[in-house]
């Protein structure tokens, strides 16, 4: 309170006049209650195994208003359950599909063991109509993940099969307030509610990536978030998009960066807005600065991704913030240095070079150095080893690049060190990261996380080999559909 007493003191009247700290009030009554995602029942008694079953089924939801769109779901709504866990619990997920196509799951981000991984034909066969699978695996990192499709993933991402995945560290210092996930996703839909076709847009389609007409944040529009002046929020931004970049911003504000893909990075970062690439995360202190009694719009605004992503095209608001007539509470401090993170040893790495390539003939082809993914051959990895990759970008567009199984830092001195697991590399740039193929073998993928390039072929897999082990078949790369 001694804040309070310093700031306080308007002198005499009746009124009190020292405001609360944020650690003595709670968020507005309700405050999430139109972002709350549904969460599965856990069938499992011990407090350190989370054990659900997801279906994945075609289901009617309420997107537009007075329409219901046969979306893909998982258990029926739209994003999928949230699952929320601790570090170092068990997941066991008994999964059931019940889709029209083969599918598989992939924990975005998660450190799963090879076989879990949900990478059709490289570390489990496509799971078919009718099919089960049981994934289990136990959480090594706090963080903010999500779960999607691995098959003809921008079409059945984009029909709505995504769910977030929270990981939490009991220990997370309190200051960053009360937690909300904000899962971001935008679906194709006609003024009908219908979705639009796999293909639209054909080879521009496949060229931009497929940008849906309706903006979700958690399944729903324009939402409404209540906040209070000065209580402090962390929330959890995840892009699960088949192709958009989020660039959020919120007038008179300004946030505080936690980290993102693996959960804390270094230090806090004070910034403007908030760039959430597809697959990547972001995680941020809000601390609420407009007056009581008003309302402001979080708005997503045009990106510069490549030629056309921002000409002509104006903001949209994605989330109503509405702060409550309460009286103002003064804001914790955030710490600056959050984790420590050892900057990888390169000095023995091998490097290498993936160029990130378009060719358009009568289709449009994407691959890494000239090669489709159905053309690529894995690069051999020995476990233990270090790489570095300078990921090359000489098209006309930007590509997040994601990897699986490992995290990996950018070199990049002017970056807040932290590990991430998917990163934008620029149109007509290009950039480094450091990976330890420490444990874990086996084969992983690594692809552009706009869904459109990933199936049009610029997608690759890495075997990591342990040499202690005996000879493994090689899997063949999966087949284009
Ligand atoms: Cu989020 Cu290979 O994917
Ligand atoms: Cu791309």
């Known amino acids: 309170m001694s804040a309070a007493l310093v700031l306080g003191g308007c002198g005499g009247g009746d009124a009190p006049s020292s405001p609360l700290a944020a650690h003595e009030v709670s968020q507005p009554a309700g405050w999430d209650d139109e972002l ?27 997107l537009l208003p007075g329409t219901t769109t046969p979306a893909w779901t998982y258990n029926g709504t739209v994003p999928g359950p949230m699952l929320r866990a601790t570090v170092g619990d068990r997941v066991i997920v008994h999964f059931k599909n019940s889709l029209p196509e083969a599918t598989t799951i992939h924990w975005h981000g998660i450190r799963v063991p090879n076989e879990m991984d949900g990478a059709p034909g490289v570390t489990q066969e496509p799971i078919a109509t009718g099919g089960e699978f049981r994934y289990e695996f136990v959480l090594k990192d706090a963080g903010t993940y999500w779960y999607h499709p691995h098959t003809d993933s921008s079409t059945q991402v984009g029909r709505g099969l995504y769910g977030a995945f929270i990981v939490d560290d009991p220990s997370d210092p309190k200051e960053f307030g009360d937690d909300v996930v904000l899962l971001l996703s935008d679906i194709g839909l006609d003024e009908n509610g219908q979705l639009v076709p796999a293909d639209s847009g054909g080879n521009f389609g496949d060229l931009f990536g497929r940008e849906g007409s309706t903006l979700l944040v958690n399944g729903k529009v324009l939402p409404t978030l209540k906040v ?20 959020l911003r919120l007038r008179n504000h300004r946030f505080m960066r936690l980290g993102g893909d693996n959960g804390l990075a270094a230090r806090s970062a004070d910034v403007y807005n908030l760039i959430v690439t597809p697959g990547e995360r972001a995680d941020a202190v809000f601390t609420p600065a407009d007056p009581p009694g008003t309302r402001n719009l979080l708005r997503w605004v045009p990106t510069e991704r490549g030629y056309g992503s921002t000409y002509n095209r104006s903001s949209e608001p994605m989330l109503n913030i509405e702060t409550v007539a309460d009286a103002p509470v003064l804001p914790e401090p955030i710490p600056a240095e959050l984790r420590t993170i050892e900057p990888i040893d390169i000095t023995n790495a091998t490097h290498r070079t993936l160029d990130l390539t378009i060719a358009i003939a009568s289709t449009v082809e994407m691959g890494v150095n000239g090669v489709p993914y159905w053309q690529s051959k894995p690069f051999d990895i020995a ?22 199984g490992y995290f990996f830092q950018v070199l990049d001195e002017n970056r807040v060190p932290e590990w991430k697991d ?36 610029m997608m690759g897999h890495l075997v990591v080999r342990d040499p202690s082990a005996p000879p493994a078949a090689e899997p063949p790369p999966a087949h284009h559909h």
Request: aromatic share 8%.
């Open 422 to 457: 998917t990163v934008n590399v620029p149109n007509k740039s290009e950039l480094t990261i450091a990976v330890r193929f420490d444990e874990r073998p086996g084969a992983w993928m690594y692809h552009c996380h706009i869904l459109d390039h990933a199936e049009a072929g």
């Open 36 to 62: 709350k995602m549904p969460v599965p029942e856990d069938l499992n008694p011990d407090p350190h195994v989370l054990e659900v079953e997801l279906e994945a089924r075609v289901a009617d939801v309420a």
């Open 228 to 247: 209070r002046n000065g209580k402090q929020q962390r929330w959890r931004v995840i892009n699960a998009s088949r192709a958009r970049y989020y660039n």
């Open 383 to 404: 476990l233990g080893d270090t790489e570095v990759w300078r990921i090359v970008n000489n098209t006309d567009f930007s590509h997040p690049f994601h990897l699986h």
